[in-house]
């Protein structure tokens, strides 16, 4: 397992000028939900920062909650983060902020997708296809600009306790290519000792966990950094107009075609990021990506940064 000293960090963000609330966050998360990350890849991340303008996306696995805070948690002393959740997450249905996400800060997150029924099951959450707006696309692409934020998002829907789905989410290649840096982090997160933290409607195992001291332990592994094939911001933009109900009714038969053959790409892109991700699992986690990262290892290779 390789290690990064507690005072080294990226020259991009230091420990002093990053945000403090969100470190506490992750300091909290740490010593309640689950124990101290074991991480693995740090080369990975060290040789992608070595270029000081050099932004990225960091995308997560989502088996659990547990897996994007456990993630913050890995990078929140290193990078200013921003943390990409699904608006019902942080607020209600009127808008109204949530105690903890005000308490960990609202800058520290960029927020996607309409409000959601609140009588909604859990079940129907996790496979409810989440809504890509593109202006709020937009301004999470102006914000890595802007603010050298560094954005923690999702590699596909929540699957909670399940192997990896088969659909990827496309949510952290659109952002990749909005913001121009082109370039995504796969991180994966795993649990050797077979059980994960509690999601967050699971707060009572989380609360017994740490109660019994019986926090779960909890793997992080980086993979090599992935550079995305280039799509023309005219392609990103026809495509993210096919993506909105309110945009796509007004768009030409052609304009539809070609933005579906657009989303075809960004769907196959984001199958880069997913074969990262399912090479750092055992593979009962790997679900067809397992599969597919066997049968063909030529098309990744090409896009992984040497």
């Known amino acids: 397992m390789s290690e990064v000293p507690n005072n080294e960090v990226s020259s ?50 989502h088996r659990s909650d547990a897996e994007i805070q456990t993630v913050v948690t890995t990078f929140a002393s290193k990078r200013k ?3 990409v959740t699904h608006r019902a997450n942080v607020q209600n249905q ?16 960029l927020v996607l997708g309409v409000n959601r029924d609140a009588a909604q099951t859990t079940e129907a959450r996790a496979n409810d296809r989440y809504h890509l707006d ?9 914000r890595m600009q802007d603010e050298k934020m560094t954005p923690v998002v999702a590699a596909h829907r929540p699957v909670y306790h399940s192997p ?24 994966a997160v795993d649990w050797p000792g077979g059980e994960a933290a509690g999601n967050s409607h699971e707060m009572g195992k989380v609360a017994k966990n740490f109660i019994t001291r019986n926090r779960p332990e909890v793997a992080v592994r980086i993979a090599k950094a992935i550079k995305l094939p280039e799509i023309a911001k005219d392609d990103i933009d026809l495509a993210m107009k096919v993506l909105s109900s309110e945009s796509r009714k007004d768009l030409t038969t052609g ?3 070609h933005g579906l053959l657009t989303l075809r790409q960004l769907e196959d892109q984001a199958g880069l990021v997913m074969r990262a991700l399912a090479e750092k699992l055992p593979q009962e986690t790997r679900g067809k990506w397992g599969q597919v990262q066997d049968e063909d290892q030529s098309t990744s290779g090409d896009q992984i940064i040497k």
């Open 12 to 61: 991009l963000q230091s420990k002093e000028v990053s945000d403090k609330r969100l470190r506490l966050f992750a300091w909290g998360n740490e010593r309640f939900v689950a124990k101290e990350p074991q991480v693995d890849g740090w080369e990975n991340y060290e040789e992608l920062v070595a270029d000081p303008e050099q932004n990225f996306v960091i995308a997560s696995t």
């Open 164 to 187: 990896l789905p088969d659909s990827p989410g496309i949510a952290d290649v659109i952002l990749a290519h909005l913001s121009g840096s082109r370039t995504i982090l796969p991180v």
């Open 94 to 109: 009127d808008g109204e902020w949530g105690l903890g996400p005000k308490l960990i800060g609202k800058d520290n997150f």
């Open 255 to 257: 304009e539809r075609e």
């Open 81 to 83: 983060l921003g943390l």
């Open 134 to 142: 593109p202006a709020e696309m937009n301004i999470m692409a102006r």
